[in-house]
């Protein structure tokens, strides 16, 4: 099956400082890849939409000047906290989707924690 | 706004024990995904169902998708520790649409 690559795993950065999470396709295009936000044994709560070539949408209540979304190929979406305080702290998952029912491939997360 | 009621949100049962899991939603749904995910992991698909009244089964697993296509059902038969983790229905459309998943804990 498809295989999406996240990357970092886990990165523990000081507060005001800007991480980058990268999310790749590893062996397919993937137009539109899906960013989430996750707590602790709760659901995907879905931040944006990272679309190639074009502004990422994102979802109400989500701050764009905050996690700033860049979808520059068709194999790399890259999501960025800027000035991460520690309620950024979370886990987020990328995910491509080609819709119509297909099947979602999910990178392995990232575990952002800002001290 | 489509939304995707999960139940029970957590469930700790003992081994060899059966459950089942229900996802309902006001919407229909084209299809509709059942995910299960591990702690520090992404999730991953185990079933799409597409037929209203269609019934999968993976091993232990069976699923049921509603005949309105609009709810379905994952019972687990003999649960085992193995099974433990967040199982998440989603209704598939453009993009998914999640429910707010099932926490499961087996013990031995």
């Known amino acids: 099956g498809a295989v999406v690559s996240q990357h970092p795993s886990w990165v523990i950065c000081k507060s005001g400082t800007s991480v980058k999470i990268e999310c790749r396709s590893l062996d397919f295009q993937a137009t539109t890849m899906f960013w989430y936000r996750q707590f602790p044994k709760q659901s995907l709560m879905l931040m944006a939409t990272s679309n190639e070539g074009s502004k990422a949408t994102y979802e109400q209540g989500v701050e764009k000047d905050k996690f700033l979304i860049n979808h520059a190929s068709l194999t790399l979406s890259t999501l960025t906290v800027t000035s991460a305080h520690p309620e950024d702290s979370s886990f987020y998952i990328c995910?491509?989707?080609?819709?119509?029912?297909?099947?979602?491939?999910f990178g392995q997360g990232t575990r952002l924690t800002v001290v | 706004t489509q939304l995707l009621e999960q139940s029970p949100q957590f469930l700790s049962i003992q081994e060899g024990e059966n459950l089942t899991v229900y996802c309902n939603s006001s919407?229909?749904?084209?299809?509709l995904q059942w995910y299960r995910q591990e702690p520090g992991e992404g999730p991953v698909l185990l079933v799409t169902v597409v037929t209203g009244g269609e019934v999968k089964k993976l091993k232990r697993l069976t699923f049921q998708f509603g005949d309105a296509r609009k709810d379905s059902s994952l019972h687990i038969t003999a649960a085992q520790p193995g099974d433990t983790g967040l199982y998440l229905c989603?209704?598939?459309?453009?993009?998914?649409?999640f429910g707010e998943g099932t926490q499961l804990t087996v013990n031995p």
């Open positions: 989603a209704g598939a459309g453009s993009r998914l649409t």
């Open positions: 919407s229909v749904f084209s299809s």
């Open positions: 995910s491509a989707y080609l819709g119509s029912g297909t099947e979602a491939f």
